[in-house]
């Protein structure tokens, strides 16, 4: 099989490097990729946006799967664009029609598609620039803190947690009056806190029928001890410890399988990943919100896990027969470190050259932000590179990939050192 992965990130490269071990491959594209996926097959220069591109691409190549790993292609309804044209409909997508999209495109969606099928989660409501008076009082009557989500894509951006009532009001007013994250926070959905551990549980589904991969859990802040500013994840442990069997029963039966019922029940076609962002409180899961692609860098240490053929998993997806495919999971613990460019998140420099690569043993080391310039590797994005080890334990896997994350080198490199730091 001829496949075309689109993306650039941790995750895609961590795609690549788990569909180029399947015998059922003939040919892996990445459009654009990374320095790292350039290893696993070719990268194209096409955006995954870029919906003509690809098709002439797919048409030239004789495409047969793509594999869509961030949300925005499926959001903007790339799987919608290959069924509508009758050269491409035959190609199965691996990714959600932009109806399913919406489960991550739209907060506000996701959490009347959870009311409406009894799936927990915190209490919520949600208001426009029209009822803002209303959203003020509304936080009057909730108790503190309080989460502030905007409803569209938010490039991560989107979610704010209030400590005061005065400073949840200025960020309601910012976020509907002002536009703060422009067209994303139109509608607002004010939620009520929960407290617990997060984590998160991915499913693969081709509509009807589901495997349960592996959870994890990543770390957000930037600063050790989980301080400082959000970024797009530190590091990510798989499995979770305190998620045993008993407490993935429940997140199966009062989650998972209600989710994939109300998707049919709802007529919402969706074949490809589910991302459930959890809270365990008490014991009991809480569901946080829905993805519709597998989450970065949770994917470099849930994918390494998975010993089954991933291309014949996506095979079970097209062809709607993915209960009849074998799912085998390593018992094994893997640790993911991310190395990030210096400022990040904040405003930071691309261009500086990566080394220590081949200094780097008994871990794999996944691209993100990186690209091919002058016979050099050199960095192009905010995370840089995700270091993962499998080990029995997670002292152990994290005592290896700590010690690699120390022989790459670039300029302004930074990463934290107490990842896994609350599950040990």
């Not at 871990?363 to 994005?381: D, R």
């Amino acid at each position: 099989m001829n496949i075309l992965l689109l993306g650039s990130g941790g995750r895609e490269h961590a795609f690549a490097w788990k569909i180029s071990q399947s015998d059922k491959l003939s040919k892996l594209y990445i459009a654009p990729g990374n320095a790292g996926t350039s290893q696993c097959g070719e990268n194209v220069a096409i955006k995954a946006t870029d919906f003509n591109a690809i098709k002439t691409f797919v048409l030239d190549k004789g495409i047969d799967m793509v594999v869509v790993g961030p949300e925005e292609p499926l959001v903007k309804g790339v799987h919608d664009f290959f069924l509508a044209d009758d050269q491409l409909k035959d190609v199965p997508v691996i990714g959600p029609q932009k109806l399913g999209a919406t489960l991550e495109g739209s907060k506000d969606f996701s959490k009347q598609f959870m009311q409406r099928h009894n799936i927990p989660t915190a209490a919520y409501e949600s208001f426009t620039a029209e009822t803002l008076a209303e959203g003020l009082s509304y936080l009057e009557t909730q108790s503190l803190p309080i989460v502030l989500k905007a409803d569209g894509l938010a490039a991560g951006k989107g979610v704010l947690i209030c400590e005061t009532l005065e400073d949840a009001k200025q960020e309601l007013t910012a976020m509907l009056a002002d536009a703060k994250f422009g067209d994303a926070s139109k509608t607002v959905v004010v939620e009520q806190f929960l407290k617990g551990i997060e984590l998160s549980v991915f499913v693969l589904t081709d509509g009807k029928n589901y495997k349960l991969l592996p959870s994890a859990k990543d770390y957000k802040r930037i600063g050790e001890g989980d301080t400082g500013l959000n970024t797009g994840g530190m590091g990510s442990i798989s499995p979770v410890p305190f998620a045993n069997e008993e407490f993935i029963k429940k997140v199966e039966e009062q989650i998972v399988i209600p989710t994939v019922e109300g998707l049919k029940k709802d007529n919402i076609p969706y074949k490809g990943f589910i991302f459930i962002g959890l809270m365990n409180d008490g014991g009991d899961p809480y569901v946080i919100e829905y993805n519709v692609r597998m989450g970065d860098p949770e994917t470099e240490s849930v994918l390494p896990r998975i010993k089954s053929d991933l291309v014949d998993l996506f095979l079970g997806v097209a062809q709607e027969n993915l209960s009849e495919k074998s799912f085998e999971v390593d018992e094994r613990t893997a640790t993911t470190i991310m190395l990030v460019a210096g400022g990040y998140p904040g405003d930071y420099e691309k261009g500086k050259e990566i080394t220590g690569f081949n200094a780097t043993e008994g871990s794999i080391v996944f691209h993100a932000g990186t690209e091919q310039k002058g016979g050099k590797v050199v960095t192009a994005g905010g995370r840089v590179i995700a270091v993962t080890t499998l080990g029995n334990d997670i002292p152990s896997a994290l005592a290896v990939s700590n010690a690699n994350a120390q022989k790459i080198n670039f300029e302004g490199k930074y990463y934290r050192k107490d990842i896994g730091f609350d599950l040990q």
